[in-house]
């Protein structure tokens, strides 16, 4: 997958509300998410079970809310 997926291809990460988000970052062949082609520098909204295709590579997410279970230990007292 080295070889057809560019070091700059897409960016997956946790914005500010405390979602997961991807951004097509201008690659050569594109980004899709569910089979639909991402528009470059826009951020779309993960769903567990979403699809991912960067050229040849399919990913699909599958994940918890940690975030929301982080914050509230944030809150909550440290155990020594």
Same mark, same amino acid.
């Given at each position: 997958?080295?070889?057809?997926?560019?070091?700059?291809?897409?960016?997956?990460?946790?914005?500010?509300?405390?979602?997961?988000?991807? =951004?097509?970052?201008?690659?050569?062949?594109?980004?899709?998410?569910?089979?639909?082609?991402?528009?470059?520098?826009?951020?779309?909204?993960?769903?567990?079970?979403? =699809?991912?295709?960067?050229?040849?590579?399919?990913?699909?997410?599958?994940?918890?809310?940690?975030?929301?279970?982080?914050?509230? =230990?944030?809150?909550?007292? =440290?155990?020594?």
């Amino acid at each position: 997958y080295l070889n057809v997926v560019s070091r700059l291809n897409a960016e997956i990460g946790v914005k500010a509300e405390n979602y997961l988000a991807i =951004q097509e970052l201008h690659s050569t062949n594109g980004t899709y998410l569910n089979g639909k082609h991402l528009k470059p520098l826009y951020s779309y909204r993960l769903h567990d079970g979403d =699809q991912i295709r960067m050229s040849s590579l399919v990913l699909t997410v599958h994940y918890k809310q940690v975030v929301e279970e982080l914050a509230a =230990q944030e809150g909550a007292p =440290q155990q020594a």
